[in-house]
């Protein structure tokens, strides 16, 4: 079992910056963050192998979203940057076994965070 725990989320205007924070109790192949806004499916954002440290992102982010870990402080983080108001959404860390990470698939992620919003106004 891994739990996880997401802060960071909050509330900015149009071109700002947020930086997303995910603890996590134990280490998993893969870590990732997705995103889903009420009534759509949850989208991939970003994942890092956690073996590889090899990192991949949606290409709706690339350039402004920026994924990394700090094993031993057992946090996963996201830097979004230059929001604009499509990235308003709930974001979620998970953590998953199925390799390559780079599929960035909801259903290949066994554990969940609860979620932070995030929310960009024009």
């Known amino acids: 079992q891994v739990q996880l725990v997401e802060s960071g989320g909050g509330s900015v205007q149009t071109g700002g910056s947020l930086r997303l924070e995910c603890i996590y109790s134990?280490?998993?192949?893969?870590l990732a963050w997705f995103r889903q806004v009420p009534g759509k499916e949850r989208e991939g954002v970003a994942s890092?192998?956690?073996?590889?440290?090899?990192?991949n992102y949606a290409d709706s982010v690339k350039g402004r979203f920026t994924i990394w870990q700090d094993s031993a402080e057992n946090t996963l983080y996201l830097q979004i940057n230059t929001l604009n108001p499509e990235d308003t959404a709930t974001y979620y860390c998970?953590?998953?076994?199925?390799?390559?990470?780079?599929?960035?698939?909801?259903?290949?992620?066994?554990?969940w965070g609860q979620g932070t919003q995030v929310t960009v106004s024009a």
């Open positions: 134990r280490n998993k192949e893969c």
């Open positions: 998970a953590a998953g076994s199925a390799v390559p990470c780079s599929r960035l698939r909801p259903t290949e992620y066994d554990y």
């Open positions: 890092i192998s956690t073996y590889f440290g090899t990192t």
